[in-house]
């Protein structure tokens, strides 16, 4: 009787909607020095977790472990923490840095850093230089825009296939809840960003603002980030990201979530800031 019970439940959750995944799982708790985490990495076959914090803290990369706890801090010298907002990994060790926070969307002087082969460097030393991309937006004219055109803050990144692509945080007034994508050699160099494409979210400015992304280790996933749920495509081509399958995912809870990575093709890892006695969490999340 039971099963029959469970059974019916099942077969009435998959007619209206109702979802047995996505349940955020805290894993671990982040460090004061985390407290404004902005993005976070990770490597296949490395055990520990990489992140950043934003404007005002240390140019400096940690390596957690699933606790939450610091196990490495790796200073990167020659590259300032203007604001710095993402991380993303490549499958041949090396690690980007995204220097674009822009609240205001008056900077134009956004950046890219590239860590060679940080994997295996950081095995050697807990110092590192970067090289940089520096880049202009291709469609952005004034520093800054109109206020109904705030939509040049930048804090998702990802690689595909020796590329960048770069989601925006939409700040403008009138929030309509649009995420413009932009695409940079993964080279250093000076660069002008492509707008490729762009996608909406919902329109509320609270809960669909970008603030991570992560594509999973097939290269199959995106996830797009915000305060309360993932955004997962799949069934895309090449860079037409969008031209798939999207799946809204709840997290159940709203708060200053601001980075995102895989685990593995089927569970993430997130994070949020600490605020007003919340957050500051790192969490596990199931997307199957």
Not at 9 to 24: N, P
Not at 48 to 67: E, Q, S, V, W
Not at 200 to 225: F, R
Not at 248 to 271: A, H, R
């Amino acid at each position: 009787m039971m099963l029959k019970k469970l059974f019916a439940l099942c077969i009435l959750a998959s007619l209206i909607g109702c979802q047995d995944f996505g349940e955020l799982n805290k894993i671990g708790s982040l460090t004061r020095s985390l407290s404004e985490v902005s993005g976070i990495a990770t490597f296949n076959n490395d055990s520990l977790i990489y992140a950043i914090a934003d404007h005002g803290n240390p140019n400096t990369i940690y390596g957690i472990n699933t606790r939450g706890k610091v196990m490495r801090e790796i200073i990167i010298k020659n590259a300032p923490n203007e604001d710095w907002e993402d991380l993303a990994t490549d499958y041949d060790g090396n690690l980007y840095i995204s220097d674009t926070g822009n609240n205001e969307n008056d900077r134009a002087d956004q950046f890219i850093y590239i860590l060679d082969d940080f994997k295996n460097s950081i095995s050697k030393a807990d110092t590192l230089n970067a090289s940089k991309i520096t880049f202009t937006l291709s469609d952005q004219v004034n520093y800054p825009p109109n206020l109904s055109d705030l939509n040049f803050d930048i804090e998702a990144l990802i690689y595909k296939e020796s590329y960048l692509y770069m989601f925006t945080r939409n700040r403008s007034r009138n929030f309509d809840g649009v995420t413009k994508v932009y695409k940079l050699p993964a080279r250093p160099g000076d660069f002008e960003a492509q707008l490729i494409d762009s996608y909406t979210i919902c329109d509320n400015l609270e809960t669909c603002a970008v603030t991570g992304a992560s594509l999973s280790p097939s290269g199959k996933t995106l996830i797009l980030l915000t305060a309360d749920k993932v955004l997962k495509f799949t069934g895309f081509e090449d860079e037409k990201f969008f031209s798939g399958y999207v799946q809204s995912i709840p997290f159940g809870n709203t708060s200053l979530k601001e980075g995102v990575t895989f685990k593995n093709d089927s569970i993430l890892y997130v994070v949020d800031e600490i605020r007003a006695q919340t957050g500051g969490n790192l969490y596990e999340f199931n997307l199957y």
